[in-house]
């Protein structure tokens, strides 16, 4: 299992003391506000069981991050195969969730970017995605600091959200190998 270190974190696989922080997270309105729904505690399991098998399989995932000065648990930055179909998969994408306490200091930014040059680095990726809802503007700054482009024509409904649903729309985000080298 592949950790990371930044100047401030540490993404890492996770623990079982990950799992009370992270199933508060789940339960926070301001936290979820861009998902269909909070998570119950028994979702909020199968989410950290799902994803520490899924590093074990590849040796990176939904990483826990941690803040390295006082060890707190932060929440999760890392990459994903999304599991589900749409015109711009398969792939990979890069995605966050932290808790409401962590916003505001650019972890996530910090940690998006430690996961970046791991994909384009060790995981020998071509390309990244990362995609929100249209209104989840925070994150959409989050994608544009790294250097990822809005990909326009490929925003798209998401097929595991209803029809009608107001977060159904998402927005597309790309950077592929290239790009990412120019910044570096």
């Known amino acids: 299992m592949t950790e990371l270190t930044t100047d401030r974190l540490l ?9 009370e922080p992270f199933a508060a997270m789940g ?3 301001a936290v979820m506000e861009h998902f269909p729904a909070t998570m119950t505690p028994e979702q909020s399991d199968a989410f ?3 994803v520490r098998e899924k590093i074990d399989e590849r040796g990176w995932g939904w990483w826990a991050v941690e803040v ?10 890392g990459l994903n ?7 711009f998969l398969p792939g990979v994408e890069i995605g ?14 910090e940690a998006a970017r430690a996961a970046l040059a791991y994909g384009f680095g060790p995981a ?7 995609f929100t809802t249209t209104t989840n503007l925070p994150s959409q700054r989050v994608m544009q600091r790294i250097g990822m482009v809005h990909d326009e024509p490929g925003d798209f409904d998401h097929p595991r959200i209803p029809e009608g649903h107001r977060l159904r729309r998402h927005v597309l985000y790309r950077i592929n190998r290239a790009q ?5």
């Open 180 to 184: 990412w080298e120019s910044t570096q």
């Open 96 to 109: 966050w969730r932290l808790m409401k306490g962590a916003w505001g200091n650019g972890y996530a930014t």
């Open 11 to 19: 993404l890492r696989n996770w623990r079982d003391t990950d799992r």
């Open 68 to 77: 390295r000065e006082t060890g707190e648990f932060i929440g999760f930055t």
């Open 48 to 50: 950290v069981d799902m």
């Open 27 to 29: 339960t926070d309105p």
């Open 124 to 130: 020998g990726l071509d390309e990244i995605l990362s």
């Open 81 to 87: 195969v999304p599991g589900f179909e749409a015109p």
